[in-house]
């Protein structure tokens, strides 16, 4: 069964770090392009990173703060320091080629004192 599954969200004070794990079963990630979406309560999806091909990207609002990785065939990290309560919201993995697309199920994020 294919499968992402995103882990490591929870509750996080302002300033501080977190490191969200997206993992693959049925398949593995080598030529996906792997990103991280999130959404907030109200607000539409958007993106916060991406890595293809040895390249990553970053949206400006997490930039310098977020980082992506593959730590294996099968698991890309998301890291996040001095988060923000800005940062709080739902966030999705996804790994995509040009003829197919998976979704994870999603992992709460709250950033709040």
């Known amino acids: 069964q294919v499968q992402l599954v995103e882990s490591g969200g929870g509750l996080v004070q302002p300033g501080g770090s977190l490191r969200l794990s997206c993992v693959a079963s049925g398949f593995t990630l080598d030529y996906y392009a792997i990103g991280w979406f999130r959404q907030a309560p109200g607000k539409e999806r958007e993106g916060v990173s991406c890595?293809?091909?040895?390249?990553e990207y970053y949206a400006d609002s997490v930039k310098g703060r977020f980082t992506i990785s593959r730590a294996n065939a099968n698991t890309v990290y998301l890291r996040a320091k001095t988060v923000k309560p800005e940062d709080t919201g739902v966030y999705y993995c996804n790994a995509k080629t040009s003829w197919t697309s998976h979704w994870g199920q999603g992992t709460q994020v709250t950033v709040s004192s």
């Open positions: 890595t293809s091909t040895s390249r």
